[in-house]
């Protein structure tokens, strides 16, 4: 009943997603106050009627309804609660249902704080959400509906991918998804501006607050996607420039160039047209990446279940998207007139560079990431790049936006003149080599060529962000919050410099193999082996380590790497232990045995790489914190000032 | 030709590629084992039902047999267990058991009570035959030929469809009654 239940809603839900997108697209053409009226109750009934299909879903799952072949693929009885509501989106259609879950609730967010903006435009906005809302359900339905059920039942189910059963899978994908999609939103204003042939700086300030917000959501769903690989797959690794993680960074990095293009169209009325395309192809990226892991094109870690069906299906949604989207571009964007020009050394070019380092930054990850299948279309054969290709490619432009953005901060609108700001220039980046030198060849030795340029550019990228905010309080003036949420970003950015370069040059590892008692050496460390005990676990059994940890002789830690095997899919994890001290990570993971009592024990030093994603957290804190600038709530409380831009847009409109 | 036509053309582009690579990914039910197409383990192994006698792939030979990899604590082998007594019962192929990772007791008494669909069992306590096979989860079945090559390896519990689609195809007209005599 439960499951017929959730696809019954399912159903309602797109058809209700059908008429938001018809009400909010065709009513603003054809003048219809009444069909835009529509488009609130639609877009509400939509999101209850997705709220339900989830809500079926979890029941299925809790009940442990191994009627349903979506439940019976990914959970088991002995599958603690917890983890069976996470198995609601440990596979694809699971995780499309709370892709367009989510999607729903951005939508209806985005109706409440649109409800102030000129009405074809709020209007115009939820449907095009509509539109990809239609899209998904449809395709979820047609091809990924997670209700069908098996006849007859499964005496029970076949447990979910152990490498998902771990707290990370629990937020990771929420939190990543709310970021894809929250991009759906930014999509749906550029669409709305194109549709309407009309941008001006109050589109942009609109756009703002949605950009960062999602920005923000990706920001956090990356870095809490990077930890759980991490500690889960005992690979001691935490970024693999594997597909799936590309999907993800790839609208990130266009991302991070809209929103600082937003910032000069809101500030300076440039980059119109720059800025559109920016907000079609951030999102259009994530559409491009939700093709590439579910179609089964290529080949990654993070293995989904895959189908040249979906994909088929996919790519089909991606040309009425993406390609109409860029149709409307190409004939809309050349209407769109710069109100001003800036000089070179201005705020303006040093954004401009920024935004050309991203995108080509983005481009070169692109192309390792389609590498494969652009090879294989050419006939060339199945060409894969890896690390040695994306770290230094990725570096050529990340380095130079880096060093820019230390000088940029200074800059002012519109006026070239950097003169007056030479000294703090000159003055961070002395005490931020300096440092970089001291931290690379006194506390640490060895390290490459590029440690003590990457410890200087974060501490230069830190100092540069401060001298502005501090100025500000010297002088007792209020920092609004969207400058102290710019400069925690910044900041952010600047410790993740550091901590990846520290990462990068000074982690020690060793592979040993020890027997009971044994101890081995390791940096400033010593590990004794303590011996295997048997662990038994609610759905796995296997074995667990003791390894005692010290420092010159004084105790550090206990730690107990293990090797489990999950019961119903036979599979064997590594959990490593990873411990935390004087902001180093101690990992240890659990390898083979090697017979006469000896075990093999992979033992690393990793420091500072918790600061990798604290530093992505504190980025994205900035993020939220510049959203709740008073000039985003302004604008939605200056309504009588807008209602006045309304006449102008219906006469573009006629016209 | 504006510039603004460039990103259409460009997606233009990547839709082409996008389609190719549709085009071209294996159809990953169609080779689900490097074992197709090549010998199966030869293999000698406990019996059973009489632990006096062996199951070895040397008597196998000569005749099509499905190799079924299951186990009284796979959910999915249950599930499976009536489809695998019709086959029995159509007396088409003779199906091998391996049961994998099972307590001998708790098979016997699963045997009893549910029937036994199979002409002979192996056993397999610590799972190196199923590694063997390169098994990951039960049920997997494999189809073998007379000469001892497999032929085909279905994933999961054998649904009708499957066996009517994926499995009777790839037998020959008139080696089924001669296999359905022996069995």
């Keep these: ?49 997705m709220a339900t299909a989830m809500g079926c879903l979890v029941a299925s799952f809790v009940a442990n309804d191994f009627s349903v072949a979506y439940v019976a693929e990914n959970s088991n009885s002995a599958l603690p609660l917890f983890y069976r509501v996470a198995a609601v989106w440990g596979s694809h259609s699971g995780s499309l249902i709370l892709w367009i879950f989510l999607l729903g609730c951005w939508s209806v967010a ?75 939103v930014a999509f749906a204003f550029a669409g709305a501006a194109m549709l309407e042939g009309r941008l001006d700086r109050d589109w942009a300030r609109w756009t703002r607050p949605w950009t960062t917000a999602a920005w923000a959501f990706l920001t956090c769903g990356i ?45 300076r009325g440039l980059f119109k047209s720059w800025t559109l395309l920016l907000a079609v192809l951030a999102f259009s990226l994530s559409l491009v990446g939700t093709f590439l892991v579910r179609s089964g094109v290529l080949v990654s870690v993070h293995s989904f279940a895959a189908s040249p069906t979906r994909g088929t299906f996919i790519l089909a949604f991606l040309i009425v998207m993406i390609g109409s989207a860029l149709a409307l571009y190409a004939w809309r964007a ?21 935004n050309i380092l991203l995108v080509t930054a983005c481009a070169t990850v692109f192309a390792g990431t389609m590498a ?20 230094p490619t990725f570096l050529l432009s990340i380095l130079p936006l880096l060093a820019l953005l230390s000088v940029g901060i200074h800059a002012r609108w519109k006026r070239g003149n950097l003169s007056d700001r030479a000294r703090p220039i000159v003055l961070t980046l002395i005490a931020a080599a300096v440092v970089g030198c001291a931290v690379v060849f006194g506390l640490f030795t060895g390290g490459r060529v590029l440690s003590p340029v990457g410890v200087a550019l974060g501490v230069w990228i830190i100092l540069s962000s401060l001298v502005d905010p501090i100025d500000r309080l010297r002088r007792h003036i209020t920092i609004p919050r969207a400058v102290l949420g710019m400069t925690l970003a910044h900041i952010g950015l600047g410790i993740f410099v550091i901590s990846i370069t520290s990462v990068e040059a000074f982690t020690a590892e060793r592979d040993v193999a020890l027997a009971q008692g044994q101890t081995a050496q390791l940096g400033a460390y010593e590990f004794r082996f303590e011996g295997i005990r048997p662990i ?44 935390m001290y ?26 500072l790489v918790t600061f990798i994603w604290l530093a992505a957290l504190v980025m994205a804190a900035g993020g939220m914190l510049a959203i709740s600038d008073r000039r985003y709530r302004l604008a939605r409380a200056a309504a009588p000032e807008l209602s006045a831009v309304v006449p102008a847009i219906t006469r573009s409109e006629a016209g | 030709m504006s510039r603004f036509t460039i990103p259409l053309v460009l997606f233009a582009l990547l839709v082409v590629v996008l389609a190719i690579g549709i085009k071209q990914s294996p159809d990953k039910d169609l080779i689900p084992s490097p ?25 196998l030979r000569g005749h099509w047999y499905l190799f079924n990899v299951w186990g009284t604590w796979c959910g999915s082998c249950r599930m499976e267990h009536s489809m695998l007594l019709k086959i029995k019962q159509s007396g088409v192929i003779p199906l091998v058991g391996l049961d994998w990772k099972d307590d001998d007791g708790d098979a016997l008494s699963f045997l009893k009570k549910e029937g036994d669909p199979y002409q002979t069992i192996a056993v397999d306590h610590d799972g190196s035959e199923a590694i063997m096979w390169g098994v990951y989860g039960a049920p997997e079945t494999f189809l073998v030929n007379p000469q001892g090559i497999v032929v085909y390896k279905f994933i999961g519990p054998i649904t009708e469809q499957a066996w009517e689609q994926q499995i009777l195809p790839r037998l020959p007209m008139g080696q089924m009654p001669a296999a359905a005599a022996r069995s």
């Design chain 1, 334 to 354: 050349p209407l769109l007139k710069s109100e001003a020009g800036f000089e070179l050394t201005a705020r303006e070019s040093f954004l401009l560079f920024n």
């Design chain 1, 582 to 607: 004087y902001t180093t990570n101690i990992l240890i993971a659990l390898g083979q045995d090697l017979g006469d009592g000896r075990w093999s024990l992979r033992l690393q030093i990793r420091p």
């Design chain 1, 110 to 184: 985005a109706a409440v704080g649109t409800q102030r903006l000129p009405k074809p435009f709020a209007s115009r906005v939820i449907g095009v959400l509509g539109l990809i809302s239609f899209g998904f359900l449809l395709y979820t339905l047609a091809t990924s509906n997670p209700f069908l059920r098996l006849d007859p039942p499964w005496p029970d189910g076949e447990d979910l991918n152990p490498i998902l059963q771990d707290p990370g899978l629990a937020g990771h994908p929420p939190i990543l998804y709310t970021g894809y999609v929250g991009l759906a």
């Design chain 1, 223 to 267: 870095a809490l996607g990077s930890w759980w690989a991490y500690y889960t797959l005992g690979w001691g690794g935490f970024w693999f420039w594997d597909p799936v993680e590309n999907a993800s960074f790839m609208p990130w990095l266009m991302a991070t160039a809209l929103i600082h293009s937003l910032a000069v169209t809101e500030k």
């Design chain 2, 35 to 59: 074992l197709i197409g090549k010998a199966a383990p030869e293999f000698s192994l406990p019996n059973l039902i009489d632990p006096g006698q062996r199951v070895s792939s040397a008597t």
């Design chain 1, 1 to 49: 009943m439960i499951p017929e239940l959730g696809q019954f809603a399912l159903i309602l839900a797109m058809l209700l997603a059908a008429l938001q997108a018809f009400f909010g697209i065709v009513g603003p053409a054809l003048k219809r106050e009444r069909w835009m009226a529509a488009v609130t109750p639609a877009v509400s009934g939509q999101v209850v009627m």
């Design chain 1, 536 to 579: 038994q676990g609610p759905n796995y059994s296997g074995v667990g380590g003791t390894v005692i940890v010290t420092r010159h002789g004084s105790p550090v830690a206990v730690m107990y790497p293990e090797k489990r095997e999950y019961w119903v899919q036979h599979t064997v994890t590594t959990a490593s232990s990873i411990r």
């Design chain 1, 372 to 391: 494969p299948l652009i090879s294989s279309a050419l006939g060339l054969g199945k060409l894969s790049v890896g690390p040695p290709y994306f770290n």
